[in-house]
């Protein structure tokens, strides 16, 4: 049970926190904090949050539990700002795609309480943004990555490892550069893979007609390319050395696939296909999606 | 109006064409051929067919039109099954999704009846497959590509066209080359793409982690790569040129978005992460997909 949980950015991700937590009825009060006064007050109105502040210091005080879930360019200002009020029994989380940038950015700015600071990442899609597409169910069932270092609370992670499972989300907990491996493969290069491809097809002079006819297997490869260009530039600048090395992986196996290609090896082409589809179908109808 | 059609192949594809033609009213008798007496008696019970005939001389007397809706490999054998026994009014059509190789083999074995064959390829998608998928909504507004030759019968292409007009698609005409280089772009390389992806993924010793965590995003990215992985063996060799000019181009892409991360040029990444995702977004409002 929080007594008072503050969120820093209350959109689709911290939204969604909120009214999880409210709908499991184990939150006396939650606090947003946010730049744009118009959108707490629709996050008021929708019930998502039950007061805005701007005034950090007043927000965190007394506060059980600080949620950062802005874009994650603004976690060391937001640091910045808490740390001079911010209490020894108070917990900071944070909902950045990538750990280890944070993870550094939250020891150099918050020096001894570190300790209170535990990293985060809910692993759930986000079509729309915004707190109007906030919704109770977000994490039902899904995962959620914590990654605290040697120095963290035992009782931090605990705190915030509670609020995750109160939003229905399975929780494990992983060093920050495991998990900057893991989601540099399965989410960081297929979206860089996705922008590439859409990319070089918009750049050529027949692109209307290219356009016109790609069909579903292109909507669905390419779906992660109409994501926020923002975003995916600071996850790929924060994740860059996981990156990097998945590209090199990637380049390797396609230089394979396009000799085989250039050989007619048949063989080849098909063992490689068969081993693909196997693993995704497989993987498909474990995770039921 | 067909008097008789004769389908080689009554599956998803054939199959759907048989039923949107019923539906529509428009073919008095419609005939199938295959391999498998069961499927072929599947598609009788349903009403999807007619007849089902395994003598192809009996099968193809007095039909105007035939489709050839077979995987592609069998396209050879089968044309060379049809052609002691093919009149000169027969109209002969393919379903296949490489049109340079389809012709080629339609050449050489047709002989002076190539006037008599239009290349086809219906744009529609097929998670499932077999009679049992078949509906007479395939195609409805779809697109169909047809790819006649200087040497086709304009009557042939015009018999052919109707036909796909009847099931509700859109009808273009073009090259077989500016066919396969289309498609080399906006469907053989993305499944390429994501074949290769998967495969590198679940090469590695920690596989079963990184799929643990694979989200939505994955999901759609690698549907694809759960296609059929003799299918695509023959797409890749059939298209081979045009798909290793793609590949090659996509190569060079990937190196140059790998060089601004290395350089960690942000404003780059920014420019390019933008364009796909104006390209990609505008494009799916268009296609309302």
Request: aromatic share 6%; hydrophobic share 45%; glycine share 8%.
């Amino acid at each position: 049970m929080l007594n008072k949980l503050v969120i820093f950015g209350v959109g689709l991700i911290g939204g969604s926190v909120a009214l999880a937590l409210k709908k499991a009825g184990c939150t006396a009060q939650i606090v947003g904090v946010g730049r744009s006064s118009e959108s707490l007050q629709t996050a008021i109105d929708l019930g998502v949050i039950d007061l805005a502040s701007s005034n950090i210091k007043d927000a965190i005080t007394e506060a059980d539990l600080i949620l950062i879930a802005t874009p994650v360019a603004q976690t060391p200002a937001i640091l910045n700002a808490i740390k001079p009020h911010l209490a020894a029994n108070t917990v900071i989380t944070d909902a950045g795609s990538t750990k280890n940038d944070v993870l550094s950015c939250a020891k150099e700015i918050l020096g001894e309480q570190f300790s209170q600071f535990v990293g985060g990442h809910p692993i759930a899609g986000a079509e729309k943004s915004g707190v109007t597409a906030a919704t109770a169910d977000l994490y039902r069932n899904k995962n959620v990555v914590l990654t605290p270092a040697p120095a963290t609370n035992p009782l931090a992670i605990r705190r915030v490892r509670e609020l995750w499972q109160a939003c229905g989300a399975h929780v494990s907990e992983m060093p920050a550069e495991t998990h900057d491996g893991i989601f540099a493969a399965v989410s960081h290069l297929p979206h860089l893979l996705a922008f590439a491809l859409v990319d070089e097809v918009a750049s050529r002079p027949n692109a209307e007609q290219l356009f016109g006819f790609a069909a579903s297997g292109f909507r669905d490869f390419t779906r992660i390319a109409g994501s926020h260009p923002e975003m995916w530039r600071d996850i790929s600048l924060a994740n860059k050395a996981a990156l990097l090395s998945e590209i090199t992986a990637y380049q390797k196996e396609l230089s394979h696939l396009k000799q085989m290609l250039e050989q007619e090896d048949g063989d080849g082409l098909h063992a490689l296909f068969e081993r693909a589809s196997v693993a995704r179908n497989g993987w498909a109808k474990t995770k039921k999606l």
